[in-house]
């Protein structure tokens, strides 16, 4: 591609200013023209590349009209003069172009920008967004993810309609041909439809459960719409007339961003979450709903400076497809997991551990154009792209720092910032002309809308706030969680990090975790596997930390001062006093920090299991599985309701210390806090290290000294029955089961329940009595006694469970000195 000579900047802009001040000071046309107008050549509207394109000088009626010659600013050179005040030309390549036009005896020529693009594509490509418009309508719909709603916009005059109902965590939405909005409900996994005319829920669509879609999309014709399931890892395909599931197809782990070619044929999906080794785009074939091919984004390789860096691109939430077809754009963060002191020398540093970057994805080779990857300095969590309708400019929304980047598409430069955004920018859209854009900030609850006229024009590049419009009338977050939520998404506060790099939602967004080992060995740590912060609670199982080394959320304001370089949310002479993560508590000293853990703890639920039978209950597999997950005793260390016993404060010694491993707090290792096991089926890779792939490989593979279970025993069917229970645990009643059995006495007695499940009747038959009498009680799952049977010199019983209604139960044994309780499933 040729790039042109003379591009505009917006340096270039300012000079262009001056050259045509001193123009109209000293020119003056003498005794030719003898008044000038404000603009000496008309301004065009941006044309395509191979069209002519004409350019007038605009003079006084009755001036003289001079010789003009005239340079087009893409290298051809100045051209001969003629007496004329018009020109034509042909651009044969894309750009931004300054035109000249020197006029013969004048030292200073007269400047135009003209923007050359590509031809587009009609109809537009399309993508999965955070907001939409209806061009037809004039109408904006942007999500409410955390207040279950959706806003309803008039683009014209730029107020909220209404914030309408839907189901719980909205996260992206899509327009029908009839302007109707669909929207992608991601806990309830359901799609509402709400009429364009009244705002009014037409339907709900009910998605498979524990699903979890994220992204929606229409095809451009409309025909069918797309919503990807990252719980299952699909991609369903809904014909928009019936609004009924046609089609659906396995797409890979954590399936998040859409983006259709104008023709329909084609698909990309993005996975959020990338493997260790590179980021992952899939093409589908949206004919045959088949997987076409993995497109790999590299692991960046670029050494580190304060610009630049290595790194995995991570947590591809969007996608979005050039107006012209050619490219596919993808916004994300980059991982740099190959530097650490254990792992290179080189210890992490606030500007080389987490960087934010947009890849760019060849569409004729199907394959990533490495060398037009943007490294953005400076600056957190890209998430979405939006171009002009001209394609020329890319608007890359910038999550963490509350900043709109703009990009040259031709050049790959960067042009300037739209700074004035809201918190969170999370989705972008522009109207039809590209006269104005509308910013979706997450976090202050609005749609900022900018003109943006003169910048697709490549007139100015400073940003013009048109309207802020609320998107949420009633807030559902107490003012305390939702203050803590800002603050963990914003890396622009200098108390959180220098230079706007970091912040927690950078490895933790949206509570989770981004699945990287981390090379913490400069902190005094190891290697530590980034946990999810889903169900925790905050502090409610206990220290946090593989090691447990901070007993506060609080504490975090170390991390903040240390591996971010922030300034911190405490005065310097206050964090000396309470500096140690275990000692003396920074609750209440600062307002900033109790807000963060309010945040964090409000996060006290996981993700519904996949795993389960469509109606939430365990499958058989999981049933027997958990029956073995008692027998075994793994409830003594992942105990309770939250399935861990960090509350004690106990480490354990699994057999999986390495010399990456390092230390605690500086100190050698006595051990690891238990994980808890709920939510673990999207967690992978586990224990501390990241060093087990697979739950199995936990088990067996990592366990090789058998100090996690001695599971010798077990034949490959019950260890599988026993991983599908696993996969299972999640904040489903089933814990209630397991809070009744655990703290349990089994070095007395034993007892196996035949059949299980049961219908009629069950057998019951106990070992190692030591008392010659004891009692049977049957529990129903939330704790209420069904039945009692007293036990007298017999260590067998048949009891009648025909009045039982279908479901789980809890069989207790227990006397004076010993006592046992297992699960017991009535069919």
Same mark, same amino acid.
């Given at each position: 591609m040729i790039i042109p000579v003379r591009r505009f900047t917006p340096n270039a802009y300012i000079m262009r200013i001056l050259v045509s001040i001193i123009v109209f000071l000293c020119i003056g046309w003498i005794g030719r023209v003898t008044e000038l107008e404000e603009n000496f050549i008309t301004q065009n509207k941006p044309v395509e590349v191979g069209t002519f394109v004409t350019f007038t000088i605009n003079i006084p009626d009755g001036s003289e009209i001079p010789y003009v010659a005239w340079d087009f600013g893409d290298g051809s050179g100045l051209g001969r003069y003629r007496k004329s005040l018009s020109v034509s030309y042909t651009f044969t390549e894309p750009g931004v172009y300054q035109v000249y036009a020197r006029i013969q005896g004048e030292d200073f020529p007269l400047t135009v920008i003209q923007t050359v693009y590509k031809p587009t594509q009609k109809p537009a490509p399309a993508h999965s967004s955070t907001i939409v418009i209806d061009t037809v309508h004039q109408k904006v719909?942007?999500?409410?993810?955390?207040?279950?709603?959706?806003?309803?916009?008039?683009?014209?005059?730029?107020?909220?309609? &209404?914030?309408?109902?839907?189901?719980?965590?909205?996260? *992206?939405?899509?327009?029908?041909?009839?302007?109707?909005?669909?929207?992608?409900?991601e806990e309830d996994a359901s799609i509402s439809v709400i009429a364009a005319a009244t705002g009014q829920v037409l339907q709900t669509i009910i998605l498979p459960y524990a699903s979890r879609p994220y992204g929606i999309c229409f095809d451009p014709q409309k025909d069918f719409c797309y919503v990807t399931l990252q719980g299952t890892g699909e991609l369903v395909k809904i014909e928009a007339i019936g609004r009924e599931i046609v089609e659906s197809v396995h797409v890979g782990r954590s399936p998040r961003g859409i983006a259709v070619t104008s023709d329909g044929s084609q698909m990309l999906v993005t996975q959020f979450i990338s493997p260790e080794e590179n980021g992952l785009v899939r093409l589908i074939d949206t004919k045959t709903m088949h997987v076409q091919q993995e497109i790999v984004l590299a692991?960046?390789? *670029?050494?580190?400076?304060?610009?630049?860096?290595?790194?995995?691109?991570?947590?591809?939430?969007?996608?979005?497809?050039?107006?012209?077809?050619?490219?596919?754009?993808?916004? +994300?963060?980059?991982?740099?997991?190959?530097?650490?002191?254990?792992?290179?020398?080189?210890?992490?540093?606030?500007?080389?551990?987490?960087? %934010? @970057?947009? +890849?760019?994805?060849?569409?004729?080779?199907?394959?990533?154009? &490495?060398?037009?990857? %943007?490294?953005?300095?400076?600056?957190?969590?890209?998430?979405?792209?939006?171009?002009?309708?001209?394609?020329?400019?890319?608007?890359?929304?910038?999550?963490?720092?509350?900043?709109?980047?703009?990009?040259?598409?031709? &050049?790959n430069s960067r042009l300037g910032l739209l700074d004035s955004t809201g918190l969170a920018p999370q989705g972008l859209v522009i109207n039809a002309d590209g006269s104005r854009l509308f910013v979706h900030n997450f976090l202050t609850r609005t749609v900022k809308v900018f003109n943006t006229e003169d910048i697709v024009l490549s007139n100015n590049f400073t940003p013009v706030v048109a309207a802020t419009i609320s998107t949420i009338i009633t807030e559902k977050l107490a003012p305390q969680v939702l203050e803590g939520k800002q603050i963990f998404y914003n890396a622009a506060d200098e108390r959180m990090t220098f230079a706007g790099y970091i912040s927690c939602a950078s490895c933790h967004l949206d509570g989770a975790s981004d699945e990287r080992v981390w090379d913490f060995t400069d902190r005094g740590e190891g290697f530590r596997n980034t946990h999810s912060l889903l169900g925790r609670g905050g502090m409610d199982m206990g220290n946090v930390h593989w090691t447990s080394n901070f007993d506060e959320i609080q504490d975090f304001e170390n991390d903040m001062r240390n591996g971010f370089k922030g300034k911190g949310f405490l005065p310097d002479a206050v964090f000396a006093l309470v500096s140690d993560p275990l000692g003396n508590p920074k609750a209440g000293l600062s307002r900033e920090l109790d807000a963060l853990a309010a945040y964090v703890t409000s996060l006290n639920k996981v993700h519904a299991s996949p795993y389960r039978n469509n109606d939430g209950s365990l499958t058989a597999d999981g049933i027997e599985g958990e029956i073995l997950f008692q027998e075994l005793g793994c409830g003594s260390c992942h105990a309770g309701q939250?399935?861990?016993?960090?509350?004690?404060?106990?480490?354990?010694?699994?057999?999986?210390?390495?010399?990456?491993?390092?230390?605690?707090?500086?100190?050698?290792?006595?051990?690891?806090?238990?994980?808890?096991?709920?939510?673990?089926?999207?967690?992978?890779?586990?224990?501390?290290?990241?060093?087990?792939?697979?739950?199995?490989?936990?088990?067996?593979?990592?366990?090789?000294?058998?100090?996690?279970?001695?599971? +010798?025993?077990?034949?490959?069917?019950?260890?599988? !029955?026993?991983?599908?229970?696993?996969?299972?645990?999640?904040?489903?009643?089933?814990?209630? =089961?397991?809070?009744?059995?655990?703290?349990? !006495?089994?070095?007395?007695?034993?007892?196996? =329940?035949?059949?299980?499940?049961? +219908?009629?009747?069950?057998?019951?038959?106990?070992?190692?009595?030591?008392?010659?009498?004891? %009692? @049977?009680?049957?529990?129903?799952?939330?704790?209420?006694?069904?039945? *009692?049977?007293?036990?007298?010199?017999?260590?067998?019983i048949n009891l009648d469970v025909s009045q039982l209604n279908s479901g789980v139960y809890v069989v207790e044994y227990s006397d004076d000195t010993s006592k046992y309780s297992q699960k017991m499933v009535i069919q």
């Open positions: 719909w942007a999500v409410n993810t955390d207040n279950n709603s959706v806003a309803y916009i008039d683009a014209l005059n730029n107020t909220l309609l &209404s914030e309408i109902p839907v189901g719980k965590q909205p996260r *992206t939405v899509a327009l029908d041909k009839d302007g109707n909005a669909w929207v992608a409900n692991f960046d390789v *670029t050494p580190d400076f304060e610009d630049r860096g290595r790194g995995v691109p991570n947590f591809l939430s969007s996608i979005t497809i050039t107006p012209d077809g050619t490219e596919a754009w993808v916004p +994300s963060k980059k991982d740099n997991t190959a530097r650490g002191m254990f792992r290179d020398g080189l210890a992490l540093e606030f500007d080389n551990t987490v960087r %934010t @970057i947009v +890849s760019r994805i060849d569409l004729s080779t199907m394959t990533e154009n &490495s060398q037009m990857r %943007t490294d953005i300095n400076d600056a957190d969590m890209a998430c979405a792209v939006e171009f002009s309708p001209y394609g020329n400019i890319a608007f890359v929304a910038l999550q963490g720092v509350n900043k709109i980047t703009m990009i040259d598409v031709a &050049s939250d399935f861990t016993d960090r509350k004690t404060g106990v480490l354990h010694d699994v057999g999986t210390e390495q010399p990456s491993s390092g230390e605690r707090r500086t100190l050698a290792l006595t051990g690891f806090g238990t994980p808890t096991l709920k939510g673990i089926w999207e967690t992978a890779p586990y224990l501390h290290d990241g060093s087990a792939l697979t739950l199995k490989d936990v088990l067996v593979t990592r366990n090789a000294e058998k100090k996690h279970g001695d599971l +010798s025993n077990l034949t490959e069917t019950e260890l599988d !029955k026993l991983v599908a229970y696993l996969l299972q645990i999640d904040d489903n009643q089933d814990a209630v =089961i397991t809070a009744l059995l655990f703290p349990i !006495k089994r070095e007395f007695v034993a007892m196996r =329940i035949f059949p299980n499940p049961a +219908s009629e009747s069950a057998n019951v038959q106990l070992t190692n009595i030591v008392k010659s009498s004891g %009692t @049977i009680r049957i529990y129903n799952v939330i704790g209420h006694l069904l039945m *009692t049977v007293l036990v007298e010199g017999m260590n067998e």
